[in-house]
């Protein structure tokens, strides 16, 4: 892997926390929402209620398509993520307890909120494993992006 495009990857994970998430309906249609994530490396984990539209879509086809940027005043000033990816549920009790901590650490004003942070029985976990990252830089140029195949 490029690892100078491997650590430009991990600053713009680490810049943000939200991520519009495309999934596949049962009729076909790609179906996107914005949903908060953590990361390990490049592995993204987010989670999601158990009966939700988006956790039916994942149990049929894990393939995801999502973004991960923010809005700027100046079209030249957009930087930015987009992944093909796979998404499956997290089943092993220590994977997931560590997912809900990372999310936790990225959403630290949780704890003050009279909301309790879920426990792994009460929600869906997901664990994103790219496929094929592009990097989107327009202070490089209109569009430009690189690829890094994972």
Not at 71 to 84: H, Q, R, W
């Amino acid at each position: 892997m490029d690892s100078q495009l491997t650590d430009q990857i991990l600053t713009l994970l680490r810049q943000h926390r939200i991520m519009s998430l495309a999934t596949l309906r049962p009729d076909g249609w790609p179906q996107a929402t914005t949903v908060g994530y953590a990361h390990e490396g490049l592995t993204l984990y987010f989670l999601c209620g158990p009966d939700s539209q988006k956790a039916a879509n994942l149990a049929r086809d894990g393939r995801v398509s999502l973004t991960i940027d923010h809005d700027t005043d100046e079209v030249m000033d957009i930087k930015g993520l987009s992944m093909a990816a796979r998404a499956q549920s997290v089943l092993d009790p220590a994977e997931a307890q560590r997912a809900l901590h990372l999310l936790l650490k990225r959403y630290p004003q949780q704890t003050a909120l009279p909301l309790p942070m879920p426990k792994p029985s009460d929600v869906r976990i997901f664990r994103v494993t790219p496929i094929v990252i592009s990097v989107l830089d327009y202070s490089k140029g209109f569009g430009h992006t690189e690829l890094l195949l994972c």
